[in-house]
């Protein structure tokens, strides 16, 4: 089979697309065909090895995962003989490791059934991104019905979900993001829309129960400045220093300065399997790029300015269904 592969740490012309064994699966692990992945910020993290301490983890003075991806949406091709609650032919979504390759084991630990009305090019955009807005907004946010809340960041690929998540939740949401993508934030349900090229959210006066930051482009006690006094701070992406400023913070202030990593569960998966069958939540794809074409993908993954998912679309399994891309 085919897959991406990289073995040292740096830019997308390290990966490789290679032609590797196809793997069998074991007593506890379900062999998935892979019809479609999507592109996350953690991939180019990883990628890079950054920050340089995070190796001490990831390996040492090589990468120890050298297979990229994680999101996956495609369908049961076999199952080990403990696995009941998958059987060959159904129609999946989830996240697993090595993603980017036409087949895929896993044993399912974050894996469900697709939801029924999205391809699997939209499936596959789902799991991380909308893992980190779900889990931060619900479980770290603790989101309330009525509350004031703000996203910064609103077009990128959590963004988008993190919109149509807080809406969910039937909040207030105001939205931030560049000039190109108002039209595109707004059509997703905000309530305002806040260019940030025209004006700084920090100093317009507005106050905010809770902020979610996929970005981290102000300075923390920027951000405090449009919490009301016991709101909560949400940051899942920006710099290490905002990190170690918030921890000190967070023992004198009342507001609630929180910065956290998703975790992939099927629990999350089956509760956003829901929301868009419900039509609360749809995927936003800007990009679709063939499994050769990763590096590519990656490279404008890295440049932060992404609209919504940018989807990697199996040859030997091409969905013919309309797939709805951002203009």
């Given at each position: ?14 990966l ?79 996240a ?9 084991c ?21 799991p ?106 949400i ?49 936003v ?43």
């Amino acid at each position: 089979m085919k897959a991406i592969v990289y073995t040292k740490y740096g830019p997308p012309d390290f990966l490789q697309l290679n032609e590797i064994e196809k793997p069998t699966p074991k007593d506890n692990e379900i062999l998935i065909c892979v019809h479609a992945a999507s592109v996350n910020p953690l991939d180019w993290t990883l990628m890079q090895g950054r920050p340089h301490i995070s190796r001490i983890i990831t390996g040492l003075p090589n990468p120890k995962n050298t297979r990229p991806g994680v999101d996956l949406a495609g369908r049961v091709e076999a199952v080990g003989r403990n696995v009941t609650q998958f059987h060959p032919g159904d129609e999946v979504y989830g996240a697993s490791q090595g993603t980017f390759a036409e087949y895929v084991c896993t044993q399912g630990k974050a894996l469900a059934l697709k939801p029924t009305n999205l391809t699997f090019e939209q499936a596959a955009a789902v799991p991380v991104a909308a893992f980190t807005a779900l889990q931060g907004l619900r479980d770290k946010g603790r989101i309330q019905s009525g509350q004031r809340v703000l996203i910064n960041g609103a077009s990128g690929g959590v963004g988008t979900f993190a919109v149509q998540i807080a809406k969910a939740f039937e909040t207030e949401v105001t939205a931030v993001c560049s000039t190109r993508n108002v039209d595109l934030v707004s059509s997703l349900g905000a309530d305002q829309v806040i260019d940030y090229t025209q004006e700084n959210f920090t100093q317009n006066g507005q106050r905010y129960d809770l902020l979610f930051d996929s970005v981290g482009n102000y300075s923390l006690s920027a951000c405090r400045r449009v919490l009301s006094p016991v709101g909560t701070y949400i940051m899942v992406g920006g710099p290490l220093i905002h990190l170690f400023t918030g921890v000190v913070l967070s023992r004198f202030v009342r507001q609630n300065l929180i910065f956290f990593i998703a975790t992939t569960n099927k629990a999350d998966l089956v509760f956003m399997k829901e929301l868009i069958e419900a039509k609360k939540v749809t995927p936003v794809i800007e990009k679709r790029y063939a499994l050769n074409e990763v590096p590519e993908a990656i490279r404008y993954m890295g440049t932060g300015h992404a609209r919504g998912k940018l989807v990697i679309t199996m040859e030997h399994h091409s969905n013919t269904s309309p797939l709805p891309v951002v203009d």
